[in-house]
């Protein structure tokens, strides 16, 4: 082989060894740019919706919680942690009187309190009533009733029926599924051993239509009222017999979410229909199952039929005849007087 082409092998050889020498060096030794995120600036803390909030509803510890805000977007009107008013506490058992979206900033005029002007009409939905319900702390369920929970009022009274007797002792569900809006209770969370001090209440104002609530008039001079607190997962078999006794009618060309709002607004809907009871016999072997009964009257004689007197007229000859037609009948010395129609 000629030495010039061996030469300028070699050579090439020794370029492309160097180029790729000093290729890797350089993509090696150049660190790739690390990313850092940019610092969020933290400002104070404001009190937003977590849910959208529709009028009426009453404030849950589920409904608010606290957020950071942009300091130049704060208004007065907001309420901000570490403020006197802000507490979450005191806040719980309010209304909702302006709709509110979820992440929207709770402001001071979007909420009404219970002894605020107003309150009871903002908390009721179109077409309901507010009655109060007496209680005691049995019938209450030992102070454990909120704003916003749902109950069933449970009737008790006793059937004297008028017989001989104890009377009968029966308990009836007259009234499902409604909602309370006000207690006269008070929660303080500062007891000595840190631990909740409920006071108990013995007044419960709840929502209802307007033919329930005379319901629950009437049956407060029947007896004794109970509240039996319903559990949140009830909406669903609420939802579930709305849609199997029929009472749904949706329109036509209602969207699926359509559908499902009405479904939830008829199942939240308080009933007074299809309501169980139970007596004293269904709880104890010794009481009764039915309703004492007036004893049975003793079967009376029949009545004795007194015939009016016979009028005896005498005759010529003097022996007495009975009045009226008669025949003569004589058989020998002996002559007796028949009278018409007689055997």
Same mark, same amino acid.
């Given at each position: 082989?000629?030495?010039?082409?061996?030469?300028?092998?070699?050579?090439?050889?020794?370029?492309?060894?160097?180029?790729?020498?000093?290729?890797?060096?350089?993509?090696? @030794?150049?660190?790739?740019?690390?990313?850092?995120?940019?610092?969020?600036?933290? &400002? =104070? $803390?404001?009190?937003?919706?977590?849910?959208?909030?529709?009028? &009426?509803?009453?404030?849950?510890a589920e409904s608010f919680t606290f957020q950071p805000w942009p300091k130049d977007l704060i208004q007065n009107a907001y309420y901000q942690e570490g403020q006197p008013d802000s507490n979450m506490q005191s806040l719980l058992g309010t209304v909702v009187r302006q709709p509110i979206t979820a992440g929207?900033?709770?402001?001071?005029?979007?909420? #009404?309190?219970?002894?605020?002007?107003?309150?009871?009409?903002?908390?009721?939905?179109?077409?309901?009533?507010?009655?109060?319900?007496?209680?005691?702390?049995?019938? @209450? %369920?030992?102070?454990?009733?909120?704003?916003?929970?749902?109950?069933? #009022?449970?009737?008790?009274?006793?059937? #004297?029926? @008028? @017989?001989?007797?104890?009377?009968?002792?029966? /308990?009836?569900?007259?009234?499902?599924?409604?909602? %309370?809006?006000?207690?006269?209770?008070?929660?303080?969370?500062?007891?000595?051993?840190?631990?909740?001090?409920?006071?108990?209440?013995?007044?419960?104002?709840?929502?209802?239509?307007?033919?329930?609530?005379?319901?629950?008039? %009437?049956?407060?001079?029947?007896?004794?009222?109970?509240?039996?607190?319903? /559990?949140?997962?009830?909406?669903?078999?609420?939802?579930?017999?709305?849609?199997?006794? &029929?009472?749904?009618?949706?329109?036509?060309? +209602?969207?699926?979410?359509?559908?499902?709002?009405?479904?939830?607004?008829?199942?939240?809907?308080?009933?007074?229909?299809?309501?169980?009871?139970?007596?004293?016999?269904?709880?104890?072997?010794?009481?009764?199952?039915?309703?004492?009964?007036? =004893?049975?009257?003793?079967?009376?004689? =029949?009545?004795?039929?007194?015939?009016?007197? #016979?009028?005896?007229? +005498? +005759?010529?000859?003097?022996?007495?005849?009975?009045?009226?037609?008669?025949?003569?009948? /004589?058989?020998?010395?002996?002559?007796?007087?028949? =009278?018409? &129609?007689? $055997?």
């Open positions: 082989m000629d030495v010039k082409k061996i030469a300028l092998l070699v050579g090439a050889l020794l370029v492309a060894a160097v180029t790729a020498i000093m290729a890797k060096n350089m993509f090696t @030794g150049a660190s790739a740019p690390s990313a850092e995120a940019a610092a969020v600036p933290v &400002g =104070p $803390r404001i009190l937003v919706s977590k849910k959208a909030l529709t009028v &009426g509803t009453i404030v849950d929207q900033p709770l402001t001071r005029g979007s909420l #009404v309190g219970p002894n605020d002007r107003g309150f009871l009409a903002a908390a009721l939905g179109p077409g309901m009533r507010a009655v109060t319900v007496p209680v005691n702390v049995i019938g @209450g %369920v030992s102070g454990f009733v909120f704003p916003g929970d749902r109950v069933d #009022v449970v009737l008790t009274q006793e059937v #004297v029926g @008028g @017989g001989d007797g104890p009377p009968l002792k029966v /308990s009836e569900t007259i009234v499902r599924n409604v909602r %309370v809006l006000a207690t006269d209770q008070a929660v303080d969370r500062k007891g000595e051993d840190g631990k909740p001090l409920v006071k108990t209440f013995s007044n419960v104002t709840v929502e209802a239509t307007p033919r329930i609530a005379e319901k629950m008039v %009437v049956a407060q001079t029947l007896g004794a009222l109970t509240l039996s607190l319903r /559990s949140l997962a009830d909406n669903t078999a609420e939802l579930e017999r709305v849609v199997a006794s &029929g009472q749904v009618k949706l329109p036509a060309g +209602s969207t699926p979410a359509e559908e499902r709002r009405l479904l939830l607004a008829l199942a939240n809907q308080p009933t007074d229909v299809a309501g169980t009871y139970s007596t004293g016999g269904d709880v104890s072997r010794f009481q009764r199952r039915t309703v004492p009964a007036r =004893p049975a009257a003793p079967p009376s004689a =029949p009545p004795v039929r007194i015939e009016p007197p #016979v009028n005896v007229a +005498s +005759s010529a000859s003097g022996e007495a005849r009975p009045a009226g037609p008669m025949v003569r009948v /004589s058989r020998g010395n002996n002559v007796s007087y028949v =009278p018409v &129609g007689a $055997r």
